[in-house]
């Protein structure tokens, strides 16, 4: 479950985990995540917003990138954006309607990418906007995934690749070496 995850955040030996608000103009983001070192394995710092502090799903977003850099941090963007977009909705218990910075509601299916889409595209090819482009709206495959294989399918894949400790593998790599040990396959 999640406080198996939060678990594995790593300290950079403050005891704390490291969020900073301010004003994001310019970044295009309402949150970034940063891992403290160029390592498999890192402690990292979030920035927020100011604009999105009353945005739950973003501070859960950034917050799982935290995590991740903690368990596995070499992977594709692709991989890190749909598993901490799954891990926000799925805190949230995925609410029906989110807010977007301005205020204003927005169904939660607006989020989910086409379903002809590669799970692993990459490039400019791979959507129409850069939620898309950038693999977020690829979330609803862990959930799939979460429902099929149970709770800790996530969890199991990050630790499937620090297991694997090899930092040459593609995300869909470290996807087939989960799947297979849950007895099953990508196709």
Same mark, same amino acid.
């Given at each position: 479950?999640?406080?198996?995850l939060?678990?594995?955040?790593?300290?950079?030996?403050?005891?704390? =985990?490291?969020?900073?608000?301010?004003?994001?103009?310019g970044?295009?983001?309402?949150?970034?995540?940063?891992?403290?070192?160029?390592?498999?394995?890192?402690?990292?710092?979030? *920035? =927020?917003?100011?604009?999105?502090?009353?945005?739950?799903? @973003?501070?859960?977003?950034?917050?799982?990138?935290? =995590?991740?850099?903690?368990?596995? #941090?070499?992977?594709?963007? *692709?991989?890190?954006?749909? @598993?901490?977009?799954?891990?926000?909705?799925?805190?949230?218990?995925f609410?029906?309607?989110?807010?977007d910075?301005?205020?204003?509601?927005?169904?939660?299916?607006?989020?989910?990418?086409?379903?002809?889409?590669s799970?692993?595209?990459?490039?400019?090819?791979?959507?129409l906007?850069?939620?898309?482009?950038?693999?977020?709206?690829? *979330?609803?495959?862990?959930? *799939?995934?979460t429902?099929?294989?149970?709770?800790?399918?996530?969890k199991?894949?990050?630790?499937?690749?620090?297991?694997?400790?090899?930092?040459?593998?593609?995300?869909?790599?470290?996807l087939? #070496?989960?799947?297979?040990?849950?007895?099953?396959?990508?196709?």
């Open positions: 479950g999640g406080d198996d939060v678990a594995h955040h790593r300290d950079d030996g403050d005891g704390r =985990i490291d969020v900073y608000v301010q004003p994001m103009a970044t295009g983001a309402l949150g970034l995540a940063f891992a403290d070192a160029a390592t498999t394995q890192s402690s990292g710092h979030m *920035w =927020i917003s100011s604009d999105a502090t009353e945005m739950p799903d @973003t501070a859960a977003h950034e917050l799982f990138h935290l =995590i991740q850099f903690g368990m596995w #941090a070499p992977t594709e963007p *692709w991989l890190l954006e749909a @598993t901490a977009e799954w891990a926000a909705f799925r805190f949230l218990d609410p029906s309607l989110l807010l910075s301005g205020g204003e509601e927005y169904p939660l299916s607006a989020t989910l990418g086409f379903p002809d889409l799970l692993s595209c990459a490039g400019q090819a791979c959507g906007d850069d939620y898309e482009r950038g693999g977020y709206s690829r *979330w609803h495959f862990f959930q *799939w995934a429902e099929r294989y149970g709770s800790s399918f996530v199991d894949l990050f630790d499937q690749a620090a297991a694997l400790n090899d930092t040459g593998l593609q995300g869909v790599d470290l087939i #070496a989960t799947l297979t040990s849950q007895g099953s396959t990508l196709s």
